[in-house]
């Protein structure tokens, strides 16, 4: 059974970092493109960012270009985020994503997700 599971998530005051953790488990992804994405109360789900197996290239989001870096350890079979100068419409639930589907990383056609892990950022 193919799991990918989130950690890292929650308050943090505007200005702060945090780091979200994504670890897979029964396939390897190592040849994959992974990402995460968000959703916030009310809104639709949306892209923050992905990296892709050949050569690491990465998209992110015009709304956190700068401030979020996306990795991955494929040895680990985990990808991360790291979130930094976080503002309060950051706050969302993220959402890990391996395996897309077609060609453009920026949209949510990925046959696997996580659970999500919350974060929250206060101003």
């Known amino acids: 059974q193919v799991q990918l599971v989130e950690s890292g998530g929650g308050l943090v005051q505007a200005g702060g970092s945090l780091r979200l953790s994504c670890a897979a488990s029964g396939r390897t992804f190592s040849t994959s493109t992974m990402a995460w994405f968000r959703q916030a109360p009310g809104k639709e789900r949306e892209f923050v960012a992905a990296i892709g197996w050949t050569h690491g290239a990465t998209y992110y989001a015009d709304s956190v270009k700068g401030r979020f870096t996306i990795s991955r350890d494929n040895a680990k079979n985990s990808v991360y985020l790291q979130m930094n100068t976080l503002k309060p419409e950051d706050t969302a639930r993220y959402y890990c994503?391996?395996?897309?589907?077609?060609?453009?990383?920026?949209?949510?056609?990925?046959?696997?997700w996580g659970q999500g892990t919350q974060v929250t950022v206060s101003s």
């Open positions: 994503a391996g395996t897309m589907t077609g060609s453009n990383p920026y949209l949510p056609s990925y046959n696997y």
